[in-house]
């Protein structure tokens, strides 16, 4: 069964720390792993992406880490901002495939 | 960017009526639109996936009679919640894919079946 396991389920952060979500799949066929971002009452926002020939890809202060021999990848969050405080899903596509599958997601609180 | 307009955000209907929500991605054609209802603090939940012009794809448990879906047109799904009851109380959300715009989700709406 294509599983996606995303921790941890919560997460407190001061202000300018860094918040690392976690997230390890099974199914070596996925080749797509995006993040999204949902702020409550919002659907998911796309936030970044990366495909596994890569080990690493940062946008501002997103950064997203890859390690396929693991089947890991997380994202970390720079200088977290209060603004940043959300849910945030990991999510896995195949590359025949069109339907994403969803981690369990992460409630992030980003404390003054 | 790709946007999803999803109507409407929050509804309020009485038990045993029917609900039609809307999905229109407004600046890109959507050749595959999916539906996922999801739970307070919890993960979405893939409903059905809609191709234009064809037949829903609903996923195991989902009840196709229920929850009715309508792709007439590459920038517009409908999902019809039928004879509504409590239970179906939940948000509900649609993504639409585009090629070259890669997977963009509607805001929501929340149903709340009295």
């Known amino acids: 069964q294509q599983q996606v396991k995303q921790s941890p389920q919560s997460l407190i952060v001061q202000k300018g720390g860094i918040s690392i979500i976690n997230c390890a799949y099974e199914?070596?066929?996925?080749?797509?792993f995006p993040w999204y971002q949902q702020f409550p009452g919002k659907g998911p926002a796309l936030l970044i992406a990366i495909r596994p020939d890569v080990s690493e890809k940062k946008e501002g202060r997103f950064t997203i880490s890859f390690n396929k021999s693991a089947k890991q990848f997380s994202l970390h969050i720079m200088d977290s901002q209060p603004g940043d405080s959300a849910t945030y899903f990991c999510a896995a596509l195949t590359g025949g495939g069109n339907k994403l599958t969803f981690g369990t997601g992460t409630q992030l609180k980003v404390e003054l | 960017g790709a946007v999803v307009s999803q109507h409407p955000s929050w509804v309020i209907c009485k038990s045993g009526t029917s609900v039609k929500i809307e999905c229109r991605s407004l600046d890109f054609q959507a050749t595959t639109m999916f539906w996922y209802r999801q739970f307070p603090k919890q993960s979405l939940m893939l409903m059905a996936t809609s191709n234009e012009g064809s037949k829903a794809t609903y996923e195991q448990g989902v009840e196709k009679d229920k929850f009715l879906i309508n792709h007439a047109s590459l920038t517009l799904s409908t999902l019809t919640v039928t004879s509504a009851h409590p239970e179906d109380s939940s948000f509900y959300i649609c993504?639409?894919?585009?090629?070259?715009?890669?997977?963009?989700f509607g805001s929501g709406t929340r149903l709340t079946v009295v």
């Open positions: 199914n070596t066929a996925f080749d797509y």
């Open positions: 993504s639409a894919y585009g090629q070259g715009y890669g997977y963009t």
